[in-house]
């Protein structure tokens, strides 16, 4: 039986690990483009050939930079496309979307050209946000979830270290290319991230959703046991699938209309958007877009060679701490690194906002430095908590009927988040300068109340274990198998057929015809 996008070659390599590496790859890549953007926009702001091309104030810059977060409020609409065509074929079309608004915006004759590509940009990584975490989430198995997803955002910092690099070197280039090339090469990990899906399968709980067990099981197995279907746990881990799948077809909501009448689902639905409201409204996208230019130049370095290089330095730093603080996660739990990210972050700008007013229009130098020391020190809170979380969390705590369309919920808001404070900083930093940084750091200190009062531990369970932790109710009864070993000890079989002429790269070298896969597990009890 031919099903979609079949023409799509599936090479999918035997080992597991190689297979886990590419889609930890895949989650790199998509992250890269969302932080080179913030980083490029951050240096092509001071870059003389960009500004003076597009005849720049205050009002166009912020337009020019927080177009992209309008867009990416516009990809809300893209929450249902995972659900229709697969988790892997929708993060290919976000991908490709990202591609198409990269080469607008290098080829860009005006604002108003600039602004529409940065909206395409903007919406496409917004589609590939609400694909690739839900991708991760349901495909990698529950010991590498942490990392993958992790490392989604922490690649954001890869992005922005190129990106900061890239920007220097160009600065000194006369023609419009000092801001088209850095525009161009953007579009660089949106092919990466196309071509990696050529060698990773799709999601075994969207398989198992449509009905297409042996897949699922085929996609379960790549991703855990190096292609063996026969495994005990892997059947087991299949049959839990199953159950909880079951479950949620028959009991949990997937409208929006539906899932505002569900308790479990508003708590879920609430859980996703206080990490998308509270990783954008730490104070991040001040430093983010607004480093190079306003903030520097109110702590006193105006020079713009100097304030390249912190971008480069402040990129490389944030990088080393978001690693840090993935393995975190693990460590210390979700909920204790969102406190403790966040309690430094408040703390760290009210230094920032004191420094700045006592140093912003001084020449001391020591007083200038220790601002910008304050800088990296509040970025490396962020980077240690936020980074990681922000898109750890919210797959987690969704259930599968509603983790695309609450990821799409998830995307609006924190775009929606970003938007505001993108155009509004400018106006507030010009407004009223360091007393921005101490209004943003008692917000955060009510983003700790929140999380300490509201937010569930996630960390070592699978996600049919978190849906059994929200819902308190237990979706399967699988008696007779030793979780320690799972050893079927009363078995009934459930007979799949499997066609491995379709079943491309599953079991390498068995002969392609039809097998009967025996997945000995205990029927589930009423």
């Known amino acids: 039986m031919a099903y979609y996008h079949d023409w799509y070659p599936a090479r999918i390599p035997r080992s597991s690990k190689i297979v886990r590496a590419l889609l930890m790859l895949t989650s790199i890549v998509t992250a890269t483009t969302l932080g080179y953007d913030s980083s490029m926009m951050n240096g092509l702001n001071i870059l003389p050939s960009y500004t003076a091309y597009f005849n720049l104030s205050t009002t166009t810059t912020a337009l020019n930079t927080a177009s992209v977060w309008l867009g990416g409020c516009l990809s809300y609409v893209y929450s249902r496309v995972p659900d229709y065509i697969g988790r892997k074929w929708a993060l290919f079309y976000g991908a490709a979307i990202t591609l198409v608004g990269v080469i607008l915006q290098a080829a860009s ?10 909206i395409i940009i903007g919406f496409g990584t917004g589609c590939t946000s609400i694909a690739v975490p839900v991708y991760l989430a349901e495909t990698l198995p529950v010991e590498d979830r942490a990392w993958g997803l992790g490392l989604v955002y922490d690649a954001w910092y890869v992005g922005g270290l190129i990106a900061a690099g890239i920007t220097y070197g160009t600065a000194k280039m006369q023609s419009t290319w000092a801001w088209r090339l850095p525009s161009l090469l953007q579009g660089l990990f949106s092919f990466m991230c196309i071509a990696i899906l050529f060698w990773t399968p799709e999601s075994p709980r969207w398989l198992q959703f449509q009905g297409r067990t042996e897949e ?18 892997l059947q087991h881990h299949l049959r839990e699938i199953i159950d909880n799948l079951t479950f949620e077809h028959e009991h949990k909501p997937s409208s929006l209309i539906t899932v505002a009448k569900d308790p479990s689902s508003r708590k879920r639905i609430f859980l996703a958007c206080t990490v998308a409201v509270f990783s954008m409204l730490c104070g991040n996208n001040i430093v983010s877009y607004y480093l190079v230019g306003n903030m520097l130049d109110q702590a006193g370095i105006t020079d713009s060679t100097t304030q390249l290089e912190i971008n480069v330095c402040l990129n490389a730093w944030c990088l080393c701490v978001a690693i840090v603080g993935t393995f975190g996660a693990n460590l210390v739990g979700r909920k204790a690194l969102a406190i403790i990210s966040t309690l430094g972050c408040g703390i760290l700008l009210f230094v920032v906002g004191a420094l700045t007013k006592v140093y912003g229009t001084s020449t001391y130098t020591p007083g200038i430095y220790g601002t910008v020391a304050a800088i990296f020190l509040f970025q490396g809170a962020y980077s240690f908590g936020w980074t990681p ?28 988040a970003g938007l ?65 070993h799972a050893m079927p000890v009363d078995e009934q079989h459930f007979i799949i057929d499997v066609d491995m002429k379709q079943a491309t790269g599953a079991v390498v070298g068995l002969d392609a015809r039809k097998q009967e896969i025996k997945v000995s597990v205990k029927a589930a009890m009423d």
């Open 109 to 118: 004759q005006n604002g108003a050209m600039f602004v529409a590509a940065r």
């Open 216 to 233: 699922a099981l085929l996609a379960l197995a790549q991703t855990h046991t190096n292609g063996d279907i026969d495994d005990p746990k």
């Open 389 to 416: 979380l922000s898109v750890i969390y919210p797959p987690e705590v969704l259930n599968y009927n509603i983790r695309s369309v609450g990821m799409g919920i998830y995307t609006f808001w924190s775009n929606g």
């Open 420 to 484: 505001l404070v993108t155009f509004a900083f400018p106006y507030a930093l010009d407004s009223i300068g360091w007393k921005t940084y101490m209004i943003n750091g008692a917000w955060d200190l009510f983003q700790i109340a929140v999380v300490a009062w509201t937010w569930i531990e996630t960390k070592g369970r699978t996600l049919e274990e978190i849906d059994e932790q929200i819902d308190g109710v237990q979706r399967q009864v699988i008696t007779g198998i030793d979780p320690e």
